[in-house]
């Protein structure tokens, strides 16, 4: 999956270039993309469902800097499905240059009782995930 946008002036630095926590902002906005785009809101699971994936690993490695008004695109893509977790890669794309990569691991989390607590990712969800990953790996490969 695809999520595109472009850099603003308040994600920069007085140099001009992106303070690097909105890497992850911008990976969770992918993340939640991604789910949208297979049909499933984030909020709407956390409104009707107490579902949220709260993440509980983050990692970003930098390759070169991004600017204010610089287009990106983040390629996301499941590269670890569990029963009650997953991981999430992201790449961001200058045109055709690796700026920067990264991933979360998430947890599928219910907060209907008195404490958050991980459950199982429905079967047709992670259904999904899987074809949505391999549709990924077949595209690489081509």
Not at 69 to 87: Q, T, W
Not at 127 to 133: D, G, L, S, Y
């Amino acid at each position: 999956m695809e999520y595109a946008f472009q850099v603003r002036w308040g994600d920069t630095d007085a140099a001009g270039i992106v303070f690097y926590p909105n890497f992850y902002k911008w990976m969770d906005e992918a993340s939640h993309h991604f789910f949208a785009s297979l049909g499933h809101s984030t909020w709407k699971w956390f409104q009707e469902e107490r579902i949220g994936m709260p993440i509980v690993e983050a990692k970003c490695q930098f390759h070169a800097p991004l600017f204010f008004e610089d287009h990106v695109c983040v390629k996301s893509s499941i590269d670890d499905l569990r029963e009650k977790s997953f991981r999430i890669q992201h790449q961001f794309f200058r045109g055709d240059q690796l700026v920067a990569d990264g991933y979360e691991v998430r947890v599928w989390t219910t907060f209907a009782g008195d404490r958050p607590k991980a459950a199982p990712i429905p079967a047709e969800l992670r259904e999904n995930m899987r074809q949505t990953a391999a549709m990924t790996t077949r595209e690489e490969g081509q």
